[in-house]
């Protein structure tokens, strides 16, 4: 009799262990599936505008509009990239920016940029870069080169914006005043976990 209780007994703990797992699979499934689409859903535009406004400081109606015009044309990038950079360019120029990379629902990490440019002018500047990062599944996926997109610079409001694409990945880097002419020119852009003063 004790034993028949005691296997009585067995059979009920793994039958309701059994059934908890059962009915509690989809919900953990579906708690798993929306925290991963909320990551990678992206960032929103008010959330783009907002983190824009904190970085430059204010939002402009040059900047709402070109980041506008961004979403209107790519949809919401699931990450961005903030952080300043200084140029120099006689015909031929170069690039140098650090900052962060902020994937949608992730810590922000270090990163820095360089690269070669052909620019429209002479001269030396510093400017902020705020970039909009399209089809990003992990941030080493952006240690690579990017070629500048042919004929995608526009001007908006004083905010000039250009795309820079390697396969699937679209950058959008926004420059504004001064900055505009390092964003005026052709070429590619190097990003790297570390500082490296070759430009190529």
């Known amino acids: 009799m004790k034993s028949n209780h005691l296997l009585s007994s067995a059979y009920r703990f793994f039958f309701s262990a059994g059934l908890a797992l059962v009915l509690g699979a989809p919900a953990a ?12 859903a992206g960032f929103t535009k008010e959330q783009v505008l907002a ?8 939002t402009t ?4 509009k070109a980041i506008e015009k961004l979403f209107a044309e790519q949809g919401s990038p699931n ?3 903030y ?3 200084v140029s120099a360019a006689i ?15 992730r810590a922000p990490e270090p990163i820095f940029w360089q690269g070669p440019s052909l620019g429209f002018d002479m001269g030396a500047n510093a400017a902020k870069v705020f970039t909009l990062v399209y089809h990003l599944k992990s941030t080493e996926d952006l240690m690579q080169r990017f070629p500048g997109v042919d004929g995608s610079f526009y001007v908006v409001a004083g905010v000039g914006v250009n795309y820079q694409q390697s396969g699937e990945m679209i ?6 005043g001064v900055g ?3 964003g005026a020119s052709v070429g590619y852009v190097h990003y790297t976990r570390k500082k490296s003063w070759l430009p190529f």
């Open 29 to 40: 499934l579906a708690a798993s599936t929306d925290t991963n689409t909320s990551a990678s």
């Open 51 to 58: 983190k824009a406004d904190g970085f430059f400081g204010e």
């Open 61 to 64: 109606a040059g900047l709402a």
């Open 79 to 81: 990450a961005v990239i």
């Open 83 to 85: 952080g300043e950079e």
């Open 91 to 105: 015909g031929i120029g170069v690039r140098y920016g650090q900052g962060e990379v902020e994937l949608a629902g």
């Open 171 to 176: 950058l959008a880097p926004i420059r504004t």
């Open 180 to 182: 505009l002419r390092a």
